[in-house]
Structure formats: C-alpha cells, structure tokens
C-alpha cells in the first residue's frame, strides 16, 4: 500500500535522497536492528545522520507529502 505512496512522493522530491530496504537482505539487518522492523517504517537523517524522524508513514500522499516537506 506504500510503494505508490512512496514513489510518488520521491519524485515530486528530486532533492532528497529515498532508499528503499528490503529487510529480508541480509545486508539491511543492522539498519533494521538500529532503527526497527515494522513495514513500511520511514527514517529522515540530516546530513550527519542524526535521526530526525523514525516512525511508521502516513499511508496518505498528502500527509506523507507534508512530513517529507516538514524536515526537508
């Protein structure tokens, strides 16, 4: 239910950098284990990688649109 929501908010956000992590790699389990497993979970990091944001999404375009634009 995400993925649309989250694709199209990545365009309309060419500036920001979104990555997307498939928590069944293992090569994501110390991202998972450091900021958690719940799907989909939405992490913002400034430029130092302090954690600004660690919540689940609004499924919503409109409002994830807003919590993208409140820390961009």
Excluded: C, Y
Aim: no cysteine; net charge positive.
């Amino acid at each position: 239910m995400f993925a649309p929501v989250f694709d199209a908010t990545k365009s309309k956000f060419p500036d920001v950098q979104f990555e997307r992590m498939n928590l069944d790699d293992p090569a994501t389990q110390p991202f998972a284990d450091k900021w958690g497993r719940s799907i989909p979970r939405v992490v913002f990091l400034d430029s130092s990688s302090n954690v600004l944001f660690n919540s689940n999404p609004p499924l919503n375009r409109g409002r994830f649109e807003k919590l993208v634009q409140q820390f961009h």
